[in-house]
C-alpha cells in the first residue's frame, strides 16, 4: 500500500467507534471462534496471503484507500464488504482479527486501534518503528489479552522450518556462530509514490527493517540478541541526504552478542552488487548448515566426524573428517491443511503464516511470532542504527522476555 506517507484521508475518522467495540468485546466475555472473520487492510501485500483458502478462516472485510487495491483484495478474497476507511472497517459487525498490511509508519497504530476495538491482529513486519512504539504495542497486548502476531516470513521459509527443528534435536551441536543477510537493491523506485512524494521507504535506515535476518536466526538458536556494535555505508546521493529520517547509510552490519555468549553478524544492504537474498548460516560444533547464496551455491549441510576422525589435507596437515552436501529441501507441506499445500511469496512462507494464525486464535493460544518475538526481532536493529551513527559504538538491547507459559 505505497502512497504518501501521512495517508491523512486514510486515518480520518473517531476513535469513539473503536473505543466502543472494545467495550462490546471484553477478552473475558468472548468465545474462541471455531471459524475466524478476518478483515485485511492493504491491498498490495495484503493481497497474497490465503486467508480464503483457509477450512477455518473466512474474510468478511477488506480495507484500501486505492479503489485499484481494494478491487483487488475484494477479487482474491471473494469478499463483498469494501470499506475506504479503516476504522469503520473496524466497526463491521462479523469481524474477530485484523490483517494489517499497510506502509511501516502505519504498523503500531492500526494495530494499537484493532486490539482496543476487540480484535485480534496480524501485523506486516517489521512490529513498529522506535522502541517507544514497540512499549505501547506490548502494552496493548498485555491489556487486552489478545493475540498479536507479526507476519515475519522468514521464520517459516523452509530452511528455517527445517534449521529449527535440527536445533530441537540437537543435531548442531552448540551453535556458537550465526549469519543473516537481507539484501535488497533496487528499491528507489519504491521511495517515490506515483505524484512523486517520498514515501516511508525513502531513506530507511536498513536496520530499521532488520527482521528478515532475526526472524531466522534467534528462532533458530533460541537465543536473544544482547549486545551490537554497528557499521554503516553510505554515499552523497540526494536520497540520503533528504530523508526524514536523516539517515546516511545504505548498508549496515551489525556485529552482535548472544544471551548464550555466542556471535551473530547481520547484515541489511539496500545498495549492493551481488543479487537480492534473504539467507542465513547456522555454524555448530557437530554440523554447520548454510543457506544458498545468489551466486548459486546451494544449500548445504556439513557434519563433523563424530569420532574426532581426520584426514591429512593438501598441504599435508590433519583437519576434520568433514561431510559437505548440497541439501534437498523439503517444502514441508504435510505441517499445512490440504487447501493451503500452494506456492506462495517469500519463499513459500506465506501459506504457513497464514494457517499459523488461524490456528492461535481458533485453538487459543500464543502464535510463534507473537508480541515478544516481533519486539526480540526488531529491537535489535533499532539499536543497531544507533550504534552505527555513533561511530560502531557498543550498545546494550534490552530483552523484553518471552511470552507467558
Not at 494499537?112 to 502494552?139: C, N
Not at 536496520?207 to 552523497?236: K, N, Q, S
Request: proline share 6%; hydrophobic share 35%; glycine share 10%.
Amino acid at each position: 500500500m505505497d502512497s504518501h506517507f501521512t495517508r491523512r484521508n486514510f486515518l480520518a475518522g473517531s476513535t469513539a467507534a473503536a473505543q466502543c467495540a472494545a467495550a462490546q468485546t471484553l477478552i473475558g466475555e468472548r468465545a474462541t471462534p471455531k471459524t475466524l472473520r478476518i478483515g485485511v487492510v492493504g491491498g498490495g501485500f495484503g493481497s497474497s496471503f490465503q486467508w480464503h483458502l483457509h477450512p477455518r478462516c473466512k474474510v468478511t472485510a477488506v480495507c484500501d484507500i486505492r479503489p485499484d487495491r481494494l478491487q483487488r483484495l475484494s477479487e482474491v478474497y471473494r469478499c463483498g464488504n469494501t470499506y475506504k476507511n479503516f476504522r469503520e472497517m473496524l466497526k463491521h459487525p462479523e469481524l474477530d482479527a485484523v490483517a494489517v498490511f499497510t506502509p511501516l509508519p502505519l504498523h503500531v497504530w492500526m494495530d494499537i486501534e484493532s486490539l482496543k476495538a476487540g480484535k485480534h491482529v496480524i501485523s506486516a513486519v517489521p512490529a513498529g518503528m522506535s522502541i517507544e512504539e514497540l512499549e505501547r504495542l506490548l502494552e496493548a497486548v498485555k491489556s487486552t489479552g489478545l493475540k498479536y502476531m507479526m507476519a515475519e516470513t522468514s521464520y517459516y521459509r523452509p530452511e528455517i522450518i527445517t534449521a529449527r527443528q535440527w536445533a530441537r534435536e540437537g543435531s548442531f551441536g552448540t551453535i556458537f556462530y550465526t549469519e543473516a543477510e537481507y539484501h535488497h537493491e533496487g528499491l528507489i523506485p519504491l521511495m517515490f509514490d506515483d505524484r512523486g512524494f517520498p514515501t516511508w521507504r525513502h531513506g530507511l535506515p536498513p536496520m530499521h527493517y532488520p527482521t528478515h535476518c532475526t526472524g531466522m536466526v534467534i528462532p533458530v538458536t533460541g537465543e536473544r540478541l544482547t549486545e551490537v556494535t554497528a557499521i554503516g555505508w553510505g554515499d552523497r546521493h540526494e536520497v540520503l541526504q533528504t530523508n526524514q529520517y536523516n539517515n546516511p547509510f545504505w548498508n549496515t552490519t551489525g556485529f552482535f552478542k548472544t544471551s548464550g555468549g555466542h556471535s551473530s553478524r547481520i547484515s541489511v544492504f539496500w545498495h549492493v552488487a551481488a543479487g537480492g537474498v534473504e539467507r542465513s548460516g547456522f555454524y555448530g560444533d557437530r554440523m554447520s548448515f548454510i543457506m544458498a547464496r545468489p551466486e548459486r551455491s546451494p544449500n548445504t549441510k556439513v557434519t563433523i566426524s563424530k569420532d574426532g576422525k581426520t584426514v591429512i589435507d593438501a598441504n599435508g596437515y590433519p583437519e576434520g573428517d568433514v561431510k559437505i552436501t548440497a541439501f534437498n529441501q523439503p517444502n514441508h507441506f504435510e505441517l499445512l491443511p490440504a487447501p493451503l499445500r500452494v506456492p506462495s511469496g517469500h519463499g513459500g512462507s506465506h501459506t504457513f503464516l497464514t494457517h499459523e494464525f488461524v490456528s492461535a486464535v481458533t485453538e487459543d493460544r500464543m502464535p510463534a511470532v507473537n508480541v515478544w518475538e516481533a519486539i526480540a526481532y526488531t529491537v535489535p536493529g533499532i539499536i543497531a542504527h544507533q550504534s552505527a551513527l555513533r561511530g560502531g559504538v557498543t550498545m546494550k538491547i534490552k530483552d523484553y522476555g518471552k511470552a507467558p507459559a
